[in-house]
């Protein structure tokens, strides 16, 4: 079950870096709330994923000692 989370996130990390990157790309061609969707999706993964993968590391290591 961890191991299925652990690369759930790291799939929603990249994920969320895809979508900022194509949002970004095509910034002049969307609407303003399409734009801002994207970037706030994006956003969410990237910072539940990071903060995830932070508490994975510490717990790893900090904690087993």
């Known amino acids: 079950m961890r191991k299925n ?3 759930l ?3 929603m990390l990249a994920f969320g870096l ?3 990157v194509i949002s970004r790309f095509f910034s002049d061609r969307l609407s303003d ?3 801002g969707f ?3 999706v994006s956003v ?3 910072i539940c994923s990071f903060l995830y993968l932070c508490w994975y590391i510490f ?4 904690l087993k000692m």
Do not use: A, D, S
């Open 38 to 40: 994207l970037e706030g």
């Open 59 to 62: 717990k790893g290591r900090f």
């Open 5 to 7: 989370v652990h690369h």
């Open 44 to 46: 969410v993964f990237i």
């Open 9 to 11: 996130m790291i799939y």
């Open 33 to 35: 709330f399409t734009l």
């Open 18 to 20: 895809v979508l900022l």
